[in-house]
């Protein structure tokens, strides 16, 4: 395959970017869209180019390191990671744009990498049960609900990849910060600290700057591990709930 | 330059560290003769973490919990990235819930069996009896493991043993369990005990006065180099798969810290001890660049077959039968499909080498679940492999409940890594090792879901216990001078480096030196190994590694962000770290685990231990790049175990 790239490119945080155009030639639709980038970046190495710098590590869509919007869509057509994402979903002679996640939330440190650095701080506002090493109970002396344990791992899924952040038209995270709390809320382990888990974390989660929920859905739309729109309802009543209660700082 | 293959051997090197008597005891011993440091000391007293998966994540976590001051480095841009997170399968305790039979003393027995007698008796059942503990802390740190309907934990059965003690999170346990470890971190962070640095490389070590002191790291977002400074040191930085190229380690997974730690005077141990895993997805073609493993859990419920006659390139669903050669049942018809990973990889590799594999390039052999979609209905096998089965058919576009997978081994674990005592503290006093870095409790071969239970135990249980008695030997005097001239040196060597590397200005990629490498350690130091390759490798090693210096083409500066750098540096310590690999690899003239040298083998094909001369760990110490390295042995003893030449039949 034979593809025209349109990549953002932005040499720093303070720099102002642009797009740049980039043609690349012996594409295999056995590759994955990072493999294709990689095949660029070996060009531009041999060129005294400049690389495309972007995020990926694991490359198997469980790391949630890699974050490209591709032709407009986070984590491009299909509903994947980036690095799971391949070539046969393009066709030979394509234009392809790709941009960093878009987010203020999100600065771009280089290229395509931004900085998720705020997603960290909404879990250490509260995204946690306080159980230090050595204080736990015997595992089987709670037991929980098979349906409550797989409501728990449906959220606890999450990676932490940010497309919900770049594919809301507000920059809100509110899916991302749900799905944590949506997690530790619904389990017994999680229930001592369920009002102020929730109520640090949304505090936290509009410090960081990112936008409010207006349910516009998109952000469940693009979600590689199908965290569901329903979890942010699930936070809102969680958050109500632990309002009514006066609990929190 | 043949001279590197003519090591010489120097003391043997002996844990001190680990306690007489009964083995049910030792640990308990231990950890009351280990002295204390009392809660109002240990706030003044500094420890580095390097890392931030299973073993750093429960490391830096634990240690801030117990009132150290705690400063902590990753290269990725949270610490929630950390490789563990790929992890499948599940993670191993010695529960008994199922009343199978598991014991503390059974999941020991295993683990020493199944590590082909060259692991440490004592760290491995120490290993076990910790094991339970794990699992309750996790479950009260919110990890939702999978559970049955009456709300109990649910575990299934994992490659090469016999009893049900894996318990899973469906097919993400490695991700459930990293982010126990990263809420129980991110919560001292918050804190205030522990100073993180995300996206922050280790490129060397610090030591001052024969102790570790501390690292120097660089900020990759700026590329500023600085120094951190701490009471002791410790590494939790994960394998070295990725000397290969292409493994199932994540892109960025390197060796740099422990090589680095290895050059300034920490043993390493057992390079040559490597895993290869044998239910990953196959190459598709040059482009590759890493592979994708499946969970072997695969292998309760999946068949693995070849055609029987060679070249049978008629698509799965047509060869009947009898013409399918079941080739694990029938060789190994007690343990069946779930025989050891390294015996699953070679049998694989030798129906290859037959000519009977299948898909591309004949690489590959085909696992099946027809009769498990049959047998448990598609539902079942849906929720049990769902998101396994998604994975492969994003890779492949084939649809594995209509078409058997097809799978081929590759590397995924390596067994060997620094030297550490019973303590975990390596040959350097104050540096300690943790987790896939160091080599002690898995031997030759490592059993599946035994990397998570070990990752957490010595982060969460053990470093945070023995770790005291070095600290409170060595109480917190004077912060280390900057300017100290030990310093000076090693910054000044490390910006030496990076400034060599961007100077080359040459006509080849880093990429391109790395295949190169990963191809040559994979055809002679792989699965299966000779003299000759191996003597062939050592040749070749400083030929390309003379070409790397002549050759390797650096964009951009050392004063940004560049990963092309970042990349160029790591293999710097890859093309040293494969030397060492091949030599040890050589040196070990036995098949031992995932070690298969072709000259030691029974006449039906299996792997022959040679224990009279091989029954120790060998410990490498580090002289000069390209000079031969010093041989310490440390004797293995069992006293518990008597080695057998395992027999899965």
Redesign the interface.
């Known amino acids: 395959m034979k593809l025209t790239l349109r990549v953002w490119r932005q ?2 945080a303070g720099a102002d970017g642009a797009m740049s155009t980039y043609e690349v030639d012996g594409i ?1 639709p ?3 869209f ?2 294709m980038l ?2 660029l970046n ?1 060009e ?3 060129e ?4 495309v ?1 972007f ?11 890699c974050s490209l919007v591709i032709n407009g869509d986070a984590h491009g057509p ?1 509903r ?1 990671t980036t690095c ?1 994402l ?1 070539m ?1 979903s393009f066709k030979d002679g394509d234009t392809i744009d790709v941009e960093p996640w878009r987010a203020a939330a999100f600065p771009v ?2 290229d395509l ?1 931004v ?3 705020a ?2 701080r909404i ?3 509260g ?14 002396a ?5 349906p409550d ?2 409501l ?2 449906e959220h ?2 999450c ?2 990849c940010g497309a919900c952040v770049a594919a809301c038209p507000n920059g809100a995270a509110m899916l991302f910060t749900s799905a944590k709390i949506n ?2 809320n619904v ?1 017994p ?2 229930a001592p600290e369920r009002e102020t888990r929730v109520l640090d974390m949304v505090a936290q989660m509009d410090d960081e700057g990112f936008g409010g929920c207006t349910l516009a859905g998109e952000c469940a739309t693009v979600c590689p591990k199908g965290i569901p729109l329903t979890s942010i309802t699930g936070m809102n009543k969680e958050w109500l709930r632990a309002t009514a209660k006066g609990a929190g700082r | 330059m043949t001279t590197f293959a003519a090591y010489a051997t120097g003391e043997p090197v002996v844990d001190a560290k680990a306690p007489s008597g009964p083995i049910e005891e030792r640990w308990d011993k231990r950890r009351f003769e280990a002295k204390l440091v009392n809660p109002a000391n240990r706030r003044k007293q500094t420890v580095i973490v390097v890392g931030t998966g299973l073993a750093g994540g429960s490391a830096g976590a634990t240690l801030a919990e117990q009132g150290y001051r705690v400063i902590q480095f990753c290269y990725t841009d949270s610490p929630r990235r950390a490789h563990s997170i790929a992890a499948q399968g599940g993670i191993n305790a010695a529960k008994n819930y199922r009343n199978d039979g598991d014991s503390v003393h059974r999941l020991f027995y295993d683990t020493v069996k199944g590590g082909d007698f060259r692991s440490r008796e004592s760290n491995v059942h120490r290993l076990a009896q910790i094991s339970v503990e794990i699992i309750d802390q996790c479950v009260a740190q919110g990890v939702p493991f999978a559970r049955e309907y009456g709300g109990l934990l649910d575990t299934r059965s994992f490659g090469g043993v016999q009893v049900s003690r894996t318990f899973y999170a469906r097919g993400q346990t490695g991700q459930q369990l990293l982010l126990g470890a990263y809420q129980a971190l991110s919560r001292q962070i918050a804190a205030g005990n522990v100073e993180m640095h995300a996206r922050t490389e280790m490129l060397d070590l610090i030591v001052i006065d024969g102790r570790a002191r501390g690292i120097v790291a660089r900020d990759l977002i700026t590329g500023t180099i600085d120094t951190y400074f701490a009471d002791a040191v410790v590494l939790a930085t994960g394998g070295y798969g990725n000397v290969f190229y292409l493994s199932t380690n994540a892109m960025n997974s390197n060796a740099t810290a422990v090589w680095r730690a290895h050059r300034r005077g920490a043993y390493f141990a057992n390079p040559c001890f490597t895993q290869i895993h044998p239910t990953c997805i196959p190459r598709t073609g040059d482009h590759q660049s890493k592979l994708t493993l499946m969970s072997e859990s695969l292998r309760n419920d999946g068949r693995i077959w070849v055609p029987k006659a060679k070249g049978d390139d008629r698509p799965p669903n047509e060869i009947p039968e009898d013409e399918r050669d079941y080739y694990l049942e029938r060789i190994y018809p007690s343990f069946g499909n779930l025989v050891p990973r390294d015996i699953a990889s070679r049998a694989a590799k030798n129906v290859c080498d037959e000519g009977r594999g299948v898909g591309p390039g004949g690489q590959g052999v085909y696992l099946d679940f027809a009769d498990a979609i049959e047998r448990m209905g598609r539902k079942a096998v849906e929720a049990k492999y769902g998101n396994l089965f998604d994975m492969y058919q994003r890779i492949t576009d084939e649809d594995p409940y209509r078409v058997p997978m097809r799978i081929y081994p590759a590397v995924h674990y390596t067994m060997g890594g620094l030297w550490v005592d019973y303590d975990l503290q390596t040959t350097v006093p104050g540096l300690f090792a943790i987790g896939e870095a160091n080599f002690s409790d898995h031997g030759a071969n490592r059993l599946g879901a035994s990397a998570l239970m070990q990752g957490l135990a010595d982060g969460y249980f053990v470093l945070p216990a023995t770790i005291n008695d070095y600290l409170a030997r060595n109480p917190h005097k004077d912060e280390v001078d900057a300017e100290h001239p030990e310093v000076q040196e090693v910054l000044a060597q490390t910006e030496d480096r990076l400034n060599l590397l961007l100077s080359v200005d040459g006509d080849r990629t880093p990429d391109s030196f790395h295949r190169e490498l990963g191809e040559l350690m994979w055809e002679f130091c792989g699965m299966a190994r000779t003299d000759s390759g191996l003597r062939k490798a050592l040749e070749r090693i400083p030929q390309i590694r003379e070409e790397f210096w002549r050759r390797i083409k650096v964009p951009g500066t050392g004063e940004e962000f560049n990963q092309s750098l970042e990349r160029a540096n790591r293999i710097v310590d890859y093309l040293e770290l494969a030397e060492l690999m091949c030599l040890d690899a050589l040196h070990r003239a036995e098949s031992c685990g995932g070690h298969f040298r072709e000259e030691s083998q029974s006449p039906d094909g299996e792997a022959a231990r040679r224990d009279e001369e091989f029954a120790y760990a060998a410990a490498w110490e580090f002289t000069g790049t390209g000079d031969a390295p010093v041989l310490h042995k440390e004797d293995l003893v069992f006293e518990y175990v008597h080695p057998t030449q395992r027999s899965y039949a």
């Not at chain 1, 709670?142 to 098979?146: Q, R």
């Open positions: 040499k720093n295999s056995d590759m994955s990072l493999e990689d095949t070996e531009l190495t041999l005294g180019e400049d690389p710098a995020d990926h590590d694991c490359r198997e869509g469980i790391c949630g390191a299909e994947t799971q391949h046969r440190v280089k990498v900085d998720r650095t997603f960290d879990i250490q506002a995204g946690y049960v306080s159980v230090p090493t050595g204080s736990a109970p015997e595992a089987h709670t037991p929980v609900p098979k344990a797989d728990a791992f606890a899924e990676i932490g997690h530790l389990l382990q999680g």
